[in-house]
């Protein structure tokens, strides 16, 4: 082959390139490159999608996505994405602003799955602040089960041609989630009804509350940004004092320091409580482990919920 043609011929492959598409994508197998921000919409991704799609999570167990600042190297895995799957509703409030710039780009779909729920089922946060709605929507499952609908949706719309199996992995996943959610509450019936109080690091359970029939009550907001004073801490430990609360749970991604502390002012007023474990709340465990999954990650929180809770 003589060099100019070579050259012609390499010039026709970029000028494809430019054409994005799937299959001119970085790893050029023809398959859907998607990226999920959090690991709750990773794990529901790979069950919709499975192996049709190339799936990149961005945020790991133990990461906190109201703080998390994207990289240099997460920038590009996202601008190189057919599609990213993003939780929305400011979930992820340092990546917000990436995200609209890469969906206003043209080229990658950005589905933020909260934007796209009735905003009649979800609770409020801090409309004043220009954050109308409770970001934590996973933890009610029958809204996890709108939300893997809306993923299905984009993966269809966007991959047509594995239709088929996208919409038949989400009907056989929709109905482990109903059987989880039936799961959860079942479990719940095992708590004594007064004792049915969640004292957690952060407001993370709001909707957790609302679906399983839980007061709860957090140290720090809604949003972890913010760092909890002298003065939540022990409106809070009046709280477990007047509740007469068994147990306190502390979250993966979150400093046990500030629990530690509600229970020593909880000490200081002459009672006792314990810290009941670990609830996984803004990330999930690590791959490979059961609580690295959606559903190993809710039976987990219940189960350690329930023995803390439900006393002899
Ligand atoms: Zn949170």
Known sequence: ?????????????LAGCSQAGPADRPTGDGRLQVVATTQHIADAVANIAGDAIVLTSLLGPGIDPHTYVATEGDIQ???????IVANGLLLEARMARILEQIGQGGTTRVVAVGDRLDPSTLLNWEPE?????????????????????VIREALVELDPANAATYTANATRYTTELEALHRYTLAQVERIPQERRVLVT????????????????????????????SAADIQALADVVTARR????????????RTIEAV???VRAAGHSVAIGGALFADAMGAPGTPEGTYVGMMRHNIDTIVAALAGT
Do not use: C, K
């Open 1 to 13: 082959m003589r060099l100019p043609t070579l050259i012609l011929i390499i010039t026709m492959l």
């Open 77 to 83: 895995t996202l601008q190189d994405a057919d599609l």
């Open 129 to 149: 602040a220009g954050l109308p709605h409770d970001p934590h929507i996973w933890n009610d499952v029958r809204l996890w089960i709108q939300v893997v609908g």
């Open 201 to 228: 690091a952060h407001d993370a359970f709001s909707y957790y509350g609302r679906a399983y029939g839980f007061q709860v009550e957090a140290v720090q907001g809604i949003s972890t940004q913010a760092e909890a």
């Open 245 to 256: 609360v068994p147990a306190m749970f502390v979250e993966t991604t979150i400093s046990p």
């Open 263 to 265: 229970q020593e002012a």
